[in-house]
């Protein structure tokens, strides 16, 4: 039986970059850019006034002045009309190009606008300290040319953004990962199905989906009965279609666990089986030459969850995002645990902020592997070490976390 390390790295081993395909930029958010993107002007592109009030030659005001005529007016947008008398001043709004000729702003909060003979004019009554005062200038942000984004990098609400301000109307992004979700078992019956006493609702498939639409997979549904012929037949059709099956049961020692060599006869080399760790020591997995993976996790939902955070979501985001491998999170143990066996053990936890505000992970009772209920409780599991048995309160260990927000 292997380790959990050993598991995490024969899985990596099999991640591929994914094809490009280009999307209009309102479908990209949450996609990962597969190129650079350049600043196309400065940023800003023009000296942007900052502040509403009037612009000013600023060596008027170093040379004493304090009455400014105001002799036009000038909203964001606008084509800039230059200062014609250097004494003068005109009045600007926030966003306007500054107008040649002046290089200082003035604050309307600074000076008093009067009429006097049907012109306006502007007394400051605080002078600008320096030239470029309110002024944010040309290139200050960022050059013409500059590298902005580079490949690889996943387009959140900034990176969008700045693809907007570039004119990216359409962006190339990796395409995104195509799983089918397969549950098993002679025992499970659709939702919308009502159980006989021995059965019970695959709700794993539903879990599996979920998960996978979070970290931006597509995901589709299938389900095979405990049977041979069935799986022999129906799987090949899968392994054409699908990046990547997630299977859920039918990897352990019972009678019709069949799926490990139904996968192997339809040509799925096995890469492992089993794994040193509680719960989802029965995980199956395995790759069709150049083709497909396959993760076999085992069927109690609390191990199916597991694994697909421990080994399925890093290899989702690594074929994504080859270029970027993830810092390890961490979280202090907020109680002393034990566990003996030499099993790396995820320990159920909640996690809120210490006063310090370190992330803290409560462990939280769980009745195993099978107690799916358990789950809502909790936001993440603690990865205890196989080979230690004590676990210290204040200890940082490592953190599978699969709900981002604190409640
Ligand atoms: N003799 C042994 N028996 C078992 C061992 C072992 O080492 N020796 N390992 C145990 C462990 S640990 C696990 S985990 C399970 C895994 O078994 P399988 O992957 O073969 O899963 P099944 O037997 O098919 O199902 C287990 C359990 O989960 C329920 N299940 C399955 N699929 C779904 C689904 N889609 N939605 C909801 N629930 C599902 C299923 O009904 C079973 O109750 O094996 C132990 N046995
Ligand atoms: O791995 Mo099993 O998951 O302990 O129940």
């Keep these: 039986m292997i380790s959990v390390e050993e598991a995490s790295r024969l899985v990596l081993a099999t991640v591929r970059p994914q094809p490009t395909e280009t999307v209009a930029l309102t479908e990209a958010t949450g996609r990962v850019l597969q190129i650079a ?6 940023f800003p592109p023009f000296h942007r006034v900052a502040m509403d009030g009037i612009a000013v030659a600023f060596a008027a005001v170093a040379g004493g002045q304090t009455e400014f005529p105001i002799e036009a007016t000038q909203l964001a947008g606008a084509v800039p009309q230059p200062l014609l008398n250097p004494g003068a001043a005109i009045e600007i709004m926030t966003g306007a190009m500054l107008p040649p000729g002046t290089d200082a702003v003035v604050r309307y909060e600074d000076l008093e606008l009067r009429e006097e003979a049907g012109r306006r004019i502007a007394r400051v009554l605080v002078p600008p300290p320096a030239a470029g005062h309110n002024v944010h200038r040309q290139a200050a942000d960022r050059r013409q040319g500059d590298l902005l984004l580079p490949a690889g990098v996943r387009l959140g609400p ?17 395409r995104r990962l195509r799983v089918a979700v397969v549950s098993t078992g002679d025992e499970l019956v659709e939702l919308d199905q009502a159980p006989l006493p021995h059965q019970i609702r695959r709700s794993n498939a539903y879990m599996v989906r979920a998960a996978l639409l979070e970290v931006g997979a597509e995901a589709e549904i299938f389900h095979f009965n405990d049977d041979q012929a069935a799986l022999r037949q129906g799987l090949p059709p899968l392994l054409a279609t699908f990046d990547a099956l997630v299977l859920s049961g039918g990897v352990s020692k019972g009678q019709a666990d069949f799926l490990p060599g139904a996968l192997q006869e339809v040509g799925v080399a096995q890469v492992f089986h089993e794994v040193r760790q509680r719960p989802g020591k029965p995980f199956w997995f395995g790759q069709q030459a150049g083709g497909a993976v396959v993760f076999a996790l085992p069927g109690n939902p609390v191990s199916t969850f597991v694994n697909f955070y421990q080994y399925v979501r890093p290899w989702l985001r690594q074929c994504l995002q080859p270029q970027a491998p993830r810092p390890e999170l961490k979280a ?28 803290l992970a409560h462990p939280q009772p769980a009745g195993g592997s099978g107690d799916l209920a358990s789950l809502l409780q909790c936001d993440g599991f603690l990865r205890l070490d196989a080979e230690q048995e004590e676990f210290r309160a204040g200890e940082a260990l490592p953190l599978v976390r699969f709900r981002e927000e604190v409640r």
Aim: with cysteine; glycine share 4%.
């Design 37 to 42: 993107l350049h600043a196309d002007r400065d």
């Design 158 to 174: 900034a990176e969008i953004a700045v693809a907007a301000t570039i004119g990216a109307s359409t962006v190339p992004v990796a």
């Design 332 to 359: 202090q143990l907020a109680a002393s645990v034990t566990f003996r066996p030499r099993l790396t053990h995820f320990l159920p936890v909640q996690l809120d902020y210490s006063p310090q505000g370190c992330l």
